[in-house]
């Protein structure tokens, strides 16, 4: 094992990742730590899609679980417009928007704890941020996944196609060819997923460098 320091913080490096340690180029920064919030309220929404517990710890605890990289005026609009609902068990609804879910660390005032972030294809700089390893990541269109997808070795991978996009071929190209050099490590899944209509789904697994 190697003991490795950052900051203030100490961690340990199993043998099969030692030869990935490499020295930054620019000062090192402390990983910032999962920071609780405290006299933050939870919308209706949010507690009718989860539970009234679990939303309590989503809102009052900031953690980075996830990271979307597509065309961020899109996916802003989406994400703070009320376009979804949830049905309560009288059979009314209550409407919200999918940042009281995902709560993306752009769209949140510094007060209110967040539990994803939102990047821009183009972005520059974009590469420094693979230093953050959530457990997901997101690819909102084919450029977004050819550009950036050899970057996370460490989080699981979800890349999201249209067919009406210019780059779609380009994009399932790549994909097929990770998908045949890791068929061998191709596993049967327990969960049946099942898309909407209209929408394709391919699915591989690889063993995580």
Aim: net charge neutral.
């Amino acid at each position: 094992m190697i003991r490795l320091r950052a900051g203030n913080e100490w961690y340990i490096i199993p043998p099969k990742l030692a030869l990935q340690v490499e020295f930054p180029v620019k000062a090192f920064t402390s990983p910032s730590k999962r920071s609780r919030h405290t006299n933050v309220t939870t919308s209706n929404f949010l507690a009718h899609f989860l539970n009234s517990e679990i939303a309590k710890v989503v809102v009052s605890r900031s953690h980075l679980d996830c990271i979307i990289i597509g065309a961020t005026n899109f996916l802003s609009k989406e994400i703070t417009e009320p376009l979804f609902a949830t049905k309560e068990t009288n059979g009314g609804f209550v409407t919200g928007e999918l940042q009281d879910i995902i709560r993306v660390r752009k769209f949140t005032t510094d007060s209110a704890a967040y539990r994803s972030d939102i990047y821009y294809t183009h972005g520059k700089g974009l590469g420094e941020k693979s230093q953050e390893i959530p457990d997901v990541i997101i690819f909102d269109g084919a450029t977004s996944f050819i550009k950036w997808q050899s970057l996370w070795h460490y989080s699981h991978l979800i890349a999201l196609f249209d067919q009406t996009d210019s780059n779609f071929d380009a994009a399932i190209q790549v994909f097929n060819e990770e998908n045949i050099k890791k068929g061998s490590d191709r596993v049967a899944f327990s969960n049946d997923f099942k898309p909407p209509v209209g929408m394709s789904l391919s699915i591989y697994q690889e063993t995580r460098k």
